[in-house]
Nanobody, 112 residues
Framework: QVQLMESGGGLVQAGGSLKLSCAAS????????MAWYRQAPGKQRELVAD???????SYADSVKGRFTISRDNAKNTVSLHMNSLKPEDTAVYYC??????WGKGTLVTVSS
């Protein structure tokens, strides 16, 4: 059974940084693409960034140049480094594996 557990959310001031981590278990981690999504209050869940099994990355336009997704196949983890945070980045951030499996999410709140 695949399990994804996010950590690293919290409250940060605008302009600050946070690092989110997602620990995966129950699958052959290295062969699957991984992604981070987010859902702000009253809005639909949206793709923030993803990384293929080979390490190719892509980002939503709203976070390009500020966020970096990375993976460590030896530790079965995927991370999201978030810099220059803005109040509009406030959301619950979810880890996703292969477009199928979801974590429970971690809340990021950016104060102005």
């Amino acid at each position: 059974q695949v399990q994804l557990m996010e950590s690293g959310g919290g409250l940060v001031q605008a302009g600050g940084s946070l690092k989110l981590s997602c620990a995966a278990s129950g699958s052959i981690f290295r062969i699957y693409s991984m992604a981070w999504y987010r859902q702000a209050p009253g809005k639909q869940r949206e793709l923030v960034a993803d990384i293929t099994s080979r390490g190719t990355t892509s980002y939503a336009d709203s976070v390009k140049g500020r966020f970096t997704i990375s993976r460590d196949n030896a530790k079965n983890t995927v991370s999201l480094h978030m810099n220059s945070l803005k109040p509009e980045d406030t959301a619950v951030y979810y880890c996703n594996q292969a477009g199928v499996y979801w974590g429970k999410g971690t809340l990021v709140t950016v104060s102005s």
